[in-house]
């Protein structure tokens, strides 16, 4: 890759940081699937940003799937190439957009995966204990189940983001986008044994004080691999299959049986931090799923319902009924 393809993409990558406050794990995506599209580029004769072509977007996706990459990860790739291409558009660099034309792969869109609420309390019940951990992990169950939060957003709460009285979470999502969210009565009260009798212990191991609401057994903030290993095993102890449970399907969980509860898509939609309306909709694809499993286990005509008594008394109940009718 040449210096005036690195030119371009630092400048990119500044515009995004400092205009447009893009988290630094979005930046380094970017850095990295631009990078490759760079160097693909270069090699195929565009000497520098402003040489690009549609034939070289194109190739490039076309590359890509030759080496096997799954289209969820072509499509991402695609993305941030329009977005380099929209920049460099506008600033300037470049005449016309070599995106045109350059359709992204088509992707299925798997339902997420669940836990049902008897799985999500004995995940909870796993938590229970005095211990400065223990409280420190009840807490942040409660806090993920209870709010919907991404585990990048739970790691990063510091302790001024939590208002108890009011009972509110003060996040910041992605893109550094601010939502307020409601925490219920068993969080609270999670969290709260937690500040009074598990956190102090913990902080006492610190090099230097943190902010952060959550911390490790040193002190530190917690990182979302040691949240992510100790919710593992949390799983084992519930009982529960550990490639079933993840941050992010307590998080479904709390979408779907908010939705199943009789809340609006709405605001589940402001509670998730989700920028697009579709991307909260997949849940209810989830929950009339659920309610097919409610038909098909409780409702005569459901699969797998044998004949019941009351299935059985149906055809005298409606002999009698003719009968008293005068019905012959």
Do not use: W
Not at 36 to 56: I, P, Q, S, T, V
Not at 134 to 161: N, T
Not at 220 to 229: G, Y
Not at 274 to 282: G, R
Request: glycine share 10%.
């Amino acid at each position: 890759m040449n210096a005036t393809f690195d030119a371009a993409l630092d400048a990119f990558l500044s515009h995004g940081a400092v205009e447009r406050g893009l988290s630094p794990r979005t930046l380094e995506a970017y850095a990295r699937d631009l990078g490759r599209f760079a160097r693909y580029a270069a090699g195929a004769g565009a000497r520098d940003a402003g040489a690009l072509e549609r034939r070289h977007v194109t190739g490039f996706l076309e590359a890509l799937a030759a080496e096997g990459l799954a289209p969820r990860s072509r499509a991402r790739m695609l993305v941030a190439v329009r977005r380099f291409a929209r920049f460099l558009l506008a600033s300037g660099r470049l005449a016309r957009d070599p995106c045109d034309g350059a359709f992204a792969p088509r992707l299925g869109r798997p339902l997420p995966k669940l836990l049902r609420p008897d799985e999500s309390a004995a995940l909870l019940a796993a938590a229970e204990g005095d211990a400065p951990l223990a409280l420190r992990d009840r807490a942040m169950l409660e806090v993920l189940y209870g709010a919907g939060l991404r585990v990048s957003e739970l790691v990063a709460l510091p302790r001024s983001g939590l208002d108890a009285r009011a009972g509110l979470l003060r996040v910041f999502g992605k893109g550094r986008r601010e939502r307020i969210v409601p925490l219920g009565e068993p969080a609270l009260a999670a969290v709260a044994k937690y500040l009074e009798a598990g956190r102090p212990a913990l902080a006492r191991a610190a090099k230097r004080p943190s902010e952060a609401l959550f911390l490790s057994r040193r002190g530190a903030a917690m990182t979302r691999q040691n949240f992510f290993e100790r919710l593992r095993q949390l799983a084992v102890k519930a009982g529960l299959p550990k490639e079933r449970v993840s941050p992010h399907v307590l998080r479904h969980a709390f979408a779907t049986d908010l939705l199943e509860g009789g809340a609006d898509l709405r605001s589940v939609q402001a509670m998730l931090g989700h920028a697009d309306l579709a991307t909260t909709q997949i849940y209810t694809h989830v929950s009339r799923g659920r309610l097919r499993e409610l038909v098909d286990a409780h409702h005569p005509r459901g699969k797998g319902r044998g004949v019941g008594p009351s299935d059985a008394q149906r055809p005298a109940q409606r002999a009698k009924g003719e009968r008293g009718s005068g019905r012959r």
